[in-house]
């Protein structure tokens, strides 16, 4: 018997949503001042001998491309039933989020009613859109499209408020985003599945929460997609010396998680053997980890560290943890977003935390202030008419740098879990279709999948 995936009306909203993207993009964004024609003059001054420079930042953009759209498509292909929502509808949410997050980051940088666009913008609209697949593992199998995408609008518009309050005003050090990324977008999905969770009687792993040999082949290539492009998403920001200590760390960190990870999975599990559910995830808990401090000198043993301190809480919360949540507060964390994500992120706030507070500069000399901006000194200038001007940074010292980025995960920790708690409410109004039990974590319930598979599923079971 053919079920309807959604009414009509649904899909109707969205192409509606996208058709208000189209207009807004026409009345209030345009390329960015150095991608717009110059005069006639100013051009011929600037052709003479010079020649146009390739884009130095499209590396960067394309290994974050590849992370968003097949790093995390193929790691949620690990359900058995699942692969199609959980390649298709991460391509969807994110092609959704990347056009919503250029319109809410850039109401924060907008001039003369304008929000320019340029490669950095499209940088920012990928990893804006990182926090809602992140949110999104922690509800796969067990959440409509719809509910997806309108989760996505609200994330989106949280997000970039939190960004702009830590980055901007705030001035906290998180190139890698492991704060204003990973611990939001965690946390943020927790709380709605917290609001989503199942009664007392259904708080048990369901008949198709789990992988089949060729699903958990598929996972893994998303695994190693995102662990060889993870040092882009975590220098994509920075420049220079900045820029390749960023990539040193992150490579090192990785390893050290990964190494790490194979250990301790064996040692954890009942027949001592590898858990692929600790290869796919826990071995990049090292990118998260060492995201707040990839730029500061760390020095490569510490970043080797870090990735050994990340995959045995990774690993551990995999194997406690998470079981612990489902039974206990009915918490479902299906692809094991705090683990890979929450815990290792609120472990990099710590070190950054440790790192600025160790800041000198001694250490890094004229550097200091353009990893720490907030450290930059005040003075003033004086004005013709007696006024004063003041210019600089904040005037932080190394310690308040360190309260900062502490307090910094805290705010971050609060401000996701209350977006989370609000969006969870909205999409278990009774104007949002809610699946059923058994249609959880299956792709029939919206997809069109071949008869045979049917069939021989059926009556399958984990």
Same mark, same amino acid.
């Given at each position: 018997?053919?079920?309807?995936?959604?009414?009509?009306?649904?899909?109707?909203?969205?192409?509606?949503?996208?058709?208000?993207?189209?207009?807004?993009?026409?009345?209030?964004?345009?390329?960015?001042?150095?991608?717009?024609?110059?005069?006639?003059?100013?051009?011929?001054?600037?052709?003479?001998?010079?020649?146009?420079?390739?884009?130095?930042?499209?590396?960067?953009?394309?290994?974050?491309?590849?992370?968003?759209?097949?790093?995390?498509?193929?790691?949620?292909?690990?359900?058995?039933?699942?692969? %199609?929502?959980? +390649?298709?509808?991460?391509? /969807? !949410?994110?092609?959704?989020?990347?056009?919503? @997050? #250029? =319109?809410?980051?850039?109401?924060?940088?907008?001039?003369?009613?304008?929000?320019?666009?340029?490669?950095?913008?499209?940088?920012?609209?990928?990893?804006?859109?990182?926090?809602?697949?992140?949110?999104?593992?922690?509800?796969?199998?067990?959440?409509?499209?719809?509910?997806?995408?309108?989760?996505?609008?609200?994330?989106?518009?949280?997000?970039?408020?939190?960004?702009?309050?830590?980055?901007?005003?705030?001035?906290?050090?998180?190139?890698?985003?492991?704060?204003?990324?990973?611990?939001?977008?965690?946390?943020?999905?927790?709380?709605?599945?917290?609001?989503?969770?199942?009664?007392?009687?259904?708080?048990?792993?369901?008949?198709?929460?789990?992988?089949?040999?060729?699903?958990?082949?598929?996972?893994?290539?998303?695994?190693?997609?995102?662990?060889? %492009?993870?040092? +882009?998403?975590?220098?994509? /920001? !920075?420049?220079?010396?900045?820029?390749?200590? @960023? #990539? =040193?760390?992150?490579?090192?960190?990785?390893?050290?998680?990964?190494?790490?990870?194979?250990?301790?999975?064996?040692?954890?599990?009942?027949?001592?053997?590898?858990?692929?559910?600790?290869?796919?995830?826990?071995?990049?808990?090292?990118?998260?980890?060492?995201?707040?401090?990839?730029?500061?000198?760390?020095?490569?043993?510490?970043?080797?560290?870090?990735?050994?301190?990340?995959?045995?809480?990774?690993?551990?919360?995999?194997?406690?943890?998470?079981?612990?949540?489902?039974?206990?507060?009915?918490?479902?964390?299906?692809?094991?977003?705090?683990?890979?994500?929450?815990?290792?992120?609120?472990?990099?706030?710590?070190?950054?935390?440790?790192?600025?507070?160790?800041?000198?500069?001694?250490?890094?000399?004229?550097?200091?202030?353009?990893?720490?901006?907030?450290?930059?000194?005040?003075?003033?200038?004086?004005?013709?008419?007696?006024?004063?001007?003041?210019?600089?940074?904040?005037?932080?010292?190394?310690?308040?740098?360190?309260?900062?980025?502490?307090?910094?995960?805290?705010?971050?920790?609060?401000?996701?879990?209350?977006?989370?708690?609000?969006?969870?409410?909205?999409?278990?109004?009774?104007?949002?279709?809610?699946?059923?039990?058994?249609?959880?974590?299956?792709?029939?319930?919206?997809?069109?999948?071949?008869?045979?598979?049917?069939?021989?599923?059926?009556?399958?079971?984990?």
């Amino acid at each position: 018997m053919h079920t309807p995936g959604s009414s009509v009306s649904g899909y109707v909203l969205l192409l509606l949503v996208q058709i208000v993207f189209i207009i807004v993009f026409g009345f209030f964004t345009d390329y960015s001042k150095e991608l717009l024609p110059k005069n006639a003059t100013v051009s011929a001054a600037m052709e003479e001998g010079h020649e146009e420079q390739p884009l130095p930042k499209y590396p960067h953009f394309q290994d974050i491309h590849v992370m968003i759209f097949i790093g995390f498509g193929f790691l949620m292909t690990f359900l058995k039933r699942y692969g %199609f929502s959980a +390649s298709g509808l991460n391509l /969807l !949410v994110a092609a959704l989020a990347i056009q919503w @997050a #250029i =319109i809410m980051r850039g109401c924060y940088e907008m001039e003369d009613g304008k929000i320019p666009l340029s490669l950095d913008n499209l940088i920012g609209a990928d990893i804006a859109a990182a926090a809602v697949l992140i949110s999104m593992g922690a509800l796969l199998g067990r959440t409509t499209p719809m509910q997806l995408l309108v989760m996505a609008i609200v994330e989106i518009a949280v997000f970039a408020a939190n960004e702009f309050l830590q980055i901007e005003l705030m001035r906290i050090a998180d190139v890698g985003g492991s704060i204003t990324v990973h611990a939001f977008g965690a946390y943020f999905g927790l709380a709605v599945s917290f609001i989503l969770r199942p009664s007392k009687e259904n708080a048990k792993t369901g008949p198709m929460e789990c992988s089949s040999y060729s699903s958990d082949i598929t996972a893994m290539i998303g695994t190693i997609f995102l662990w060889i %492009f993870w040092p +882009s998403f975590n220098s994509a /920001l !920075v420049d220079g010396a900045e820029q390749e200590r @960023a #990539i =040193i760390n992150t490579y090192l960190s990785l390893a050290g998680a990964t190494v790490t990870t194979f250990v301790l999975s064996a040692l954890v599990a009942h027949e001592k053997k590898f858990d692929m559910v600790h290869v796919q995830n826990s071995t990049l808990a090292g990118g998260v980890a060492v995201g707040s401090i990839c730029n500061p000198l760390i020095h490569p043993f510490g970043a080797i560290m870090v990735g050994v301190i990340a995959g045995v809480i990774s690993v551990l919360g995999y194997r406690f943890l998470t079981p612990a949540m489902l039974s206990n507060l009915r918490i479902s964390d299906t692809c094991g977003v705090n683990n890979l994500h929450g815990m290792p992120a609120l472990l990099s706030a710590v070190f950054s935390a440790i790192y600025a507070s160790l800041a000198t500069t001694e250490t890094y000399g004229n550097t200091l202030t353009s990893i720490f901006p907030a450290m930059k000194q005040n003075f003033t200038l004086a004005e013709e008419d007696m006024r004063e001007m003041v210019i600089g940074g904040y005037g932080r010292s190394a310690a308040k740098q360190g309260a900062f980025q502490l307090f910094a995960i805290l705010l971050t920790v609060v401000i996701a879990i209350v977006g989370g708690l609000f969006t969870g409410l909205v999409l278990k109004s009774p104007t949002m279709r809610q699946l059923e039990k058994d249609e959880h974590h299956k792709d029939d319930a919206y997809w069109e999948t071949p008869a045979e598979c049917n069939a021989t599923e059926a009556a399958k079971s984990c």
